[in-house]
């Protein structure tokens, strides 16, 4: 029904930046929240960064003032504008669209690097 597709992940020098972004194509909700998670090798998917239909954001306290999440209602896009990158942000960055009936879709996830 939704397809997401990610774009922009590749390799940064620690304290560099790297702009993710995410574009969604087919049924699109008119109320539904995006963002981004990511999953490091071995580890569990976390959230990284959502934004609502509404603007309302929430942060990984692990990103909080490093990473900013935005959205184009018009493009039904979402973009994930990360800043002062740390080696431990190494991760496979997955663009996610959860409707509001609860239906979660996923990207195929952009690997993002980030090492001297």
């Known amino acids: 029904q939704v397809q997401l597709v990610e774009s922009g992940g590749g390799l940064a020098q620690p304290g560099g930046s790297l702009r993710l972004s995410c574009a969604a194509s087919?049924?699109?909700?008119?109320?539904?929240?995006m963002g981004w998670y990511r999953q490091a090798p071995g580890k569990q998917r976390e959230l990284v960064a959502t934004?609502?239909?509404?603007?309302?954001?929430d942060y990984a306290d692990s990103v909080k003032g490093r990473f900013t999440v935005s959205r184009d209602n018009v493009k039904n896009t979402v973009a994930l504008q990360m800043n002062s990158l740390k080696p431990e942000d190494t991760a496979v960055y997955y663009c996610?669209?959860?409707?509001?009936?609860?239906?979660?879709?996923w990207g195929q996830g952009t690997q993002v690097t980030v090492s001297s």
């Open positions: 087919g049924r699109i909700s008119t109320i539904h929240t």
């Open positions: 934004i609502s239909t509404f603007g309302n954001t």
């Open positions: 996610y669209d959860r409707w509001y009936n609860g239906d979660v879709y």
